[in-house]
Every structure is written in structure tokens, then in C-alpha cells.
């Protein structure tokens, strides 16, 4: 199994290591719940290194990254960052990513553990008269991410740099946290405002204890997949491998306002604008259960007569909100607040409701 | 390791207590480590017939669903609704939280059960 820089340290802190897509990370130090509740009142700490980073350089690289992915890039400043899904030619999600913009020639890639190498390969196979240069520098890094209300406040103890000149969705490559130098930016994947760090390697462990130790007073506490993914779902972020695969559109998934269809060309624009414009035969909803049980992805969602009508992408109980939630890819007729659908639990069949989504206000700091 | 003498145990990590002909059967405290956080129980039904190694119930934790199976064959006649309201008393108090209460038809599956001693050995070889 492949090990991220702070494998030893989660070791000594107690961590539960799984084999999370090859990588040996914790599911959860203590408790999932109380990961997730420290996240979402005090501080959380997350060990990401796992994630992957391409960079892209050189003459063409703003055209080339622009025709890769389904957002648009042309009017990003220098230091900003935005999401996006990319596309095969036919619609279908190759993964979804952050794009940072360091200048005109240099954008920084951060992109899904499970697809770091299929994703260099796409890229690299899409690259014909582009004048750019390709690198996978995913193993150069580890990546920490700072998040919850009380993130800003642990992190700003540790170094001089204004933390509120990072401003939402943007970086600064030059911080210095206790004499480590890293790259902080204000992003994450739990809802709630936060920083991830990208820092070299071998100063990983060392950033994550002086973080945990700056955080120890504030509530913090070191948090695992488990928690990362019940915050996740309740913010309604995707998750690459559930609500987005290679056979499940950005339009089907509701993220068509990260799809600029004006944009002058893209891979899978033809496929994608006419869905849009013909509506997707299939959506993405909410659902809450009404009947007890709780919905797992892969599930099958039923209609009133049994008829199959799609499947669970996601489903958990939410720590939050106290109910059992779930994301489904159901036909779009089904996607109206409060319809009711019914999900195949070990073959009984459990009543839910269509629910808006997210479950859970995001709080980011804009 | 933290066990309740007088207890009986499978390898699956159900508990049972034997009171006469009933058997009352929860999940052991090293089933509700591995487990994490419990958010659900699916309570089984008063009156179903049961074989032993069949799915007794289903308990559910943030991440996953685990199936209890039936350390023993009979009939339910008793299950612990409270459950219901209060899934983390299987994480609070594992030997309290009972699950259900099997009439057992062949008390020689008893036999088949392990003393707390011989399921102490047994989880330290599963670690």
C-alpha cells in the first residue's frame, strides 16, 4: 500500500488505517461523529496527501487547460482557483478537479487520488499541437487541510501572513508556517470555511503536529476519510466514483453552473450543450428517508409500483442534521422537492422524499 | 478486552445469555470497536422462526451495515425496541443492549459456543 508522508504520525495518534484505493489512510482516530462535529464547530485536520497534482506549463497552457475542462478559465486572475469538471467526448466525467492559476503559463492541478495517473494519461493524450508541458508532480507534496469555523484562527498562530488577504477559491504559494514554506489556499471539502495546504513532502508530519498542537486549546481534533466523507455529503460535494463517473454527465450531477457552454470549444461540448438544452433524461436529487433505514450507495430507487428508476450514489446518516440522507441519480420526473421515491434496502422496500440539496447550509468565508 | 463471565460467545462476536430455554443475544464490545459509531439497528421481528448462522439483524454504523447472524435456531419471542430511540447504547454499553431474545429449539448449539476465555484468545489471534 502506498503511504502519504504522515503515515507514522497517524500510527502514534491512533489512527485506524484502511486501504482507502491503495493508499493507507485512517477512516477515523476516535469516532466519526466526533471528527465531524469538530469540523463543523471548532477545527478538523485532515491528512490529503493522497490527492493528486499535475502541472501544466508553457505557451499554450491557458488555451490547453481551457479546452480540457468544462469551466472557463479566460477571465481567472493570478492566485485564484476554480472547480471543474472534465469531460470524455461523450460527457462522461473523467474527474473533477481545482485549477489554480499561478500565471498565463502555470496552472497547478489538484485532482482525485483514484485518478491521478488515468488523469495524466488524458491529459497528456490530449496535448497534439498544444505547446505545453505536463507533469505529474503528485508524490512532491503533502496536502493538509485546515477546515471549520476556528481553521483560520489555529492556522494565523503560526504564521505572519494575513490570512484574510486569502480570500475564498484563492491561493498564496509563499506562506511561511513556523519556517515550513507552503502553498495555503482557501478551499476544502466540508462545507465550512478552511484552509488546504500543500507543503513539500518531507515537512509533511511536522505541519501536521504543529497545526494539532497550535489547535489543541481551540477543539481541534485529527479527522479521517470517514468524517471527510459524511461532511462532504451533507455539503452535497461530489464524490468522484459516486455521483460522478465516466457514465454520469456534470449536467446530470447538477453542476451545469460549472459548464460554460459559450466557451469557443471543449472536450465533450457537443454532447454537453445538447443536454443541456434538451434537459438530461436522468438528475441528481436529495432524499431524506421517511421510513427508518439507511439508503448505501448503489441502491436501487424504486417508483410507487416498483419500477426501477434509479440508484443511490450516495447515503448516510448525517451527523449534523440527525436524519438519514442520501444522493440519487433517479429519472428527471422524480426530481421535484418532496416526491416521494423508495429505496431497496436488503430487499425491503423503504419510502423517502426528494429534498433540496445541500442538506447543510455551506459556511464558507466569502 | 473487557468480558462478562458467565456469557457465552460465537466467532462471529454476538454474546449470549442463557436464561432457561431463552437466549438473550447482543453484539460484543469487540464488535462494537470495529464497528465505530452505531446509528441504526434493524430490530428483527417477534415471531420469525431463526436458523442459527442466519441474519439475526442489522447494524448500521456511519459507514457501514453489518449483519448480525443468529448464533442459535429458534423463534424470537422478545426484541429490545429501545434500540430504536438509542442505537449508541450498542457503542455505551455493548453486554447491556440487547438485541432479541431466541426461544432456542436445540440447546446443543450451546455447546458449539465459546467460554469468555476461548473468545478472548480468539480476538487477540483476529488482531
Request: with cysteine; charged share 30%.
Amino acid at each position: 500500500m502506498k503511504k502519504t508522508p504522515i503515515n507514522e504520525l497517524h500510527k502514534e495518534l491512533g489512527g485506524k488505517l484502511i486501504d482507502f484505493g491503495g493508499w493507507e489512510l485512517p477512516v477515523l482516530y476516535t469516532s466519526i461523529i466526533e471528527e465531524h462535529n469538530a469540523v463543523r464547530e471548532n477545527a478538523g485536520l485532515f491528512d490529503v496527501s493522497h490527492m493528486g497534482e499535475i502541472t501544466i506549463k508553457g505557451r499554450d497552457a491557458k488555451d490547453f487547460v481551457n479546452y480540457l475542462i468544462t469551466n472557463d478559465i479566460k477571465n481567472m486572475k493570478e492566485q485564484q482557483i476554480i472547480y471543474t469538471p472534465m469531460c470524455y467526448q461523450d460527457g462522461g466525467t473523467v474527474d473533477d478537479l481545482l485549477v489554480y492559476k499561478k500565471n498565463e503559463q502555470d496552472y497547478f492541478l489538484v485532482v482525485n487520488a483514484s485518478n491521478v495517473l488515468k488523469d495524466f494519461k488524458w491529459i497528456s493524450d490530449q496535448v497534439k499541437d498544444f505547446k505545453v508541458t505536463i507533469n505529474n508532480v503528485s508524490n512532491d507534496y503533502a496536502q493538509i487541510a485546515i477546515q471549520g469555523p476556528k481553521a483560520e484562527m489555529i492556522l494565523q498562530k503560526l504564521t505572519s501572513t494575513s490570512l484574510q488577504q486569502i480570500t475564498f477559491f484563492t491561493f498564496n504559494e509563499a506562506v511561511d508556517i513556523n519556517g515550513i514554506k507552503a502553498l495555503v489556499s482557501r478551499t476544502g471539502y466540508t462545507g465550512e470555511d478552511g484552509f488546504e495546504i500543500y507543503a513539500d513532502a518531507k515537512d509533511g508530519s511536522e505541519l501536521f503536529s504543529l497545526l494539532l498542537h497550535a489547535g489543541k486549546d481551540h477543539g481541534i481534533l485529527p479527522c479521517g476519510l470517514g468524517a471527510r466523507d459524511t461532511l462532504r455529503f451533507e455539503s452535497a460535494l461530489p464524490l468522484y466514483g459516486h455521483e460522478l463517473t465516466k457514465d454520469i454527465t456534470p449536467v446530470e450531477a447538477g453542476l451545469t453552473y460549472f459548464i460554460k457552454p459559450e466557451k469557443d470549444k471543449f472536450i465533450g461540448k457537443d454532447k454537453i450543450v445538447k443536454q443541456i438544452e434538451e434537459k438530461p433524461k436522468r438528475r441528481l436529487v436529495g432524499f431524506e428517508m421517511i421510513d427508518k433505514g439507511i439508503a448505501r450507495s448503489e441502491y436501487t430507487v424504486l417508483d410507487e409500483e416498483g419500477n426501477k428508476i434509479g440508484f443511490v450514489t450516495s447515503g448516510s446518516f448525517s451527523p449534523s442534521l440527525q436524519k438519514n440522507l442520501g444522493l440519487a441519480l433517479v429519472e428527471r420526473s422524480y426530481r421535484k422537492r418532496d416526491t416521494l421515491i423508495y429505496i431497496e434496502v436488503r430487499n425491503k422496500i423503504k419510502q423517502a422524499k426528494v429534498v433540496k440539496k445541500p442538506f447543510y447550509k455551506k459556511k464558507y468565508k466569502k | 478486552m473487557n468480558l462478562v463471565p458467565g456469557l457465552l460467545y460465537s466467532k462471529e462476536h454476538e454474546w449470549v445469555k442463557v436464561e432457561g430455554n431463552d437466549a438473550y443475544v447482543g453484539i460484543t464490545n469487540y464488535a462494537q470497536l470495529q464497528l465505530g459509531d452505531i446509528v441504526y439497528v434493524e430490530i428483527p421481528e417477534v415471531d420469525d422462526n431463526i436458523k442459527k448462522g442466519e441474519v439475526l439483524c442489522t447494524v448500521e454504523s456511519v459507514k457501514t451495515a453489518a449483519d448480525v447472524f443468529s448464533p442459535l435456531s429458534g423463534i424470537i419471542t422478545k426484541v429490545n425496541e429501545e434500540l430504536d430511540d438509542e442505537p449508541e447504547k450498542v457503542n455505551e454499553q455493548p453486554y447491556e443492549a440487547w438485541l432479541a431474545v431466541i426461544t432456542m429449539s436445540d440447546l446443543t448449539q450451546l455447546d458449539e459456543l465459546l467460554d469468555e476465555k476461548a473468545y478472548a484468545k480468539y480476538c487477540e489471534e483476529e488482531e
